[in-house]
């Protein structure tokens, strides 16, 4: 079974310039899930779709960031205009199910690493 | 801010000893899960504990959830150079959404 994918790896952008990740998680797994996770620190959810709808997006700072998840399937994050504080890794996950208060374990992508100059 | 908090933030272990880490709740929580996050790897999912005083074991390494629901514990025996990595606990707020704490960040001296 293939794992989560995501691109790029590493992007290196200055600052107010706009970046996008990509990600494509497990078949057939209906929640993805993005998470911010800046060095030294956990992992941070940004916002949880199930299936192609919001589950939430409480911490996602609209202002500047968006995502998106067409047809359920591959999901797309995007920033702009970056900021300095933005350098970070961004982790994709997916779960099969939509977690609740059982919980679904959850699988995650290598991350894209951004840095902000 | 994260309500899971994780102690210790580092730990140095020399190769051969056992030690435990240790994460706390503000609230009672319908179940835990730990991961496990090598260097410049992504998390990955070792193990969920959902009854109360439940204990679990893989190998060399010990999982218990507190009878209170609120704390949980890692117990690694026999540190190994495998075991390097910052392990998270993550606890459901809010019936889905996990918060990660900030890790328990391990080195082992051979």
């Known amino acids: 079974e293939a794992g989560v994918a995501q691109s790029p790896r590493y992007k290196i952008i200055e600052k107010r310039q706009s970046v996008a990740f990509w990600c494509n998680p497990i078949?057939?797994?209906?929640?993805l899930y993005w998470y911010q996770q800046i060095l030294g620190q956990g992992p941070k959810l940004l916002i949880q779709?199930?299936?192609?709808?919001?589950?939430?997006d409480s911490q996602l700072p609209k202002d500047r960031f968006s995502a998106e998840r067409l047809k359920g399937v591959d999901s797309t994050l995007k920033i702009q205009p970056a900021k300095l504080e933005d350098s970070a890794v961004y982790l994709c996950?997916?779960?099969?199910?939509?977690?609740?208060?059982?919980?679904?374990?959850?699988?995650f992508g290598p991350g894209t690493r951004l840095t902000v100059l | 801010g994260q309500q899971v908090m994780q102690i210790p933030q580092y730990q140095h272990v020399q190769e051969g000893e056992d030690f435990t880490t240790y994460c706390n709740s503000s609230?009672?929580?319908?179940?835990i899960q730990w991961y496990k996050q090598r260097p410049g790897g992504h998390p990955v999912f070792l193990i969920q504990?959902?009854?109360?005083?439940e204990v679990k074991k893989q190998k060399r390494l010990t999982f218990q959830f507190g009878e209170a629901k609120k704390n949980s514990s890692l117990h690694i025996t026999a540190t190994q150079t495998t075991d390097v990595g910052t392990y998270f606990c993550?606890?459901?707020?809010?019936?889905?959404?996990?918060?990660f704490g900030a890790g328990t960040t391990v080195t082992v001296r051979a």
């Open positions: 996950a997916s779960s099969k199910l939509a977690g609740g208060p059982l919980g679904d374990t959850q699988y």
């Open positions: 078949s057939g797994h209906a929640t």
């Open positions: 779709f199930q299936n192609n709808g919001v589950v939430d």
């Open positions: 609230t009672t929580l319908s179940n």
């Open positions: 504990l959902v009854k109360s005083g």
């Open positions: 993550a606890g459901p707020f809010n019936d889905y959404k996990l918060s």
